[in-house]
């Protein structure tokens, strides 16, 4: 399975972004899908996860409220819907999928590219 993360860009402080997570070479339908981030001199922590039918999601306690995980399994993609962005949120964003179905504390199986997330104050 291949990722390809997009979406990633410059806003301002309150702005949104939309990340957009597509697999390609194989369906990614049936496995649960994250989004991390990794900022400049820190380690790489989970965003959000989404289990195989959208039906479990988690959150970091930094973004509950702000950022919304969803997939459309039909277009074999995921999303990342963040709101009210904080220039702490600045960060390389990676979608990941696990073998499967429900997120755990495993390190994912296939990572996306990452796409850069700058959030301006």
């Known amino acids: 399975v291949q990722l390809q993360a997009s979406g990633g860009g410059l806003v301002q402080a309150g702005g949104s972004l939309r990340l957009s997570c597509v697999a390609s070479?194989?369906?990614?339908?049936?496995?649960?899908v994250g989004w991390f981030r990794q900022a400049p001199g820190k380690e790489r922590d989970i965003v959000a996860s989404?289990?195989?039918?959208?039906?479990?999601?988690t959150y970091a306690d930094s973004v509950k409220g702000r950022f919304t995980i969803s997939r459309d399994r039909a277009k074999n993609t995921v999303y990342l819907q963040m709101n009210s962005l904080k220039p702490e949120d600045t960060a390389v964003y990676y979608c990941?999928?696990?073998?499967?179905?429900?997120?755990?504390?495993?390190?994912?199986?296939?990572w996306g590219q990452g796409t850069q997330v700058t959030v301006s104050s």
């Open positions: 070479g194989r369906t990614f339908s049936n496995n649960a």
């Open positions: 989404i289990s195989w039918n959208g039906g479990i999601t």
């Open positions: 990941a999928s696990w073998l499967s179905s429900y997120g755990n504390s495993n390190t994912p199986r296939y």
